[in-house]
């Protein structure tokens, strides 16, 4: 089986779903020291995937969304279809 600590691939959503069931045991207050750090380490783990995606995932938005003279405009990211429909050029309102 993989360890998924080393797994860099691991989905936000899986990240998150597991940090969150490590605080509910944490804030439980039931488990031995030992329990309780490795617990915690492995949460640090997890929020540094969490956030090294939700950083990925802002460069993306950035990129896509580029002003121009008071428009916001999308444009295709790389290895995106740019004929896909979508909306035009909108003024911020």
């Not at 360890?3 to 959503?13: A, M, N, T, V």
């Not at 069931?21 to 490795?38: F, M, N, Q, T």
């Amino acid at each position: 089986m993989k360890d998924k600590e080393k797994d860099p691939e691991i989905k936000f959503e899986a990240a998150l779903a597991e940090l969150r069931g490590i605080v509910g045991k944490l804030e439980g207050g039931d488990l031995e020291l030992d329990d309780s750090l490795k617990l915690f380490e492995r949460g640090v783990t997890l929020i540094r995937v969490c956030s090294g995606r939700l950083d990925d995932a802002q460069r993306r938005v950035d990129v896509a969304l580029k002003d121009k003279g008071g428009k916001r405009v999308l444009r295709a990211l790389e290895g995106e279809d740019a004929s896909a429909p979508g909306p035009e050029d909108e003024e911020d309102t």
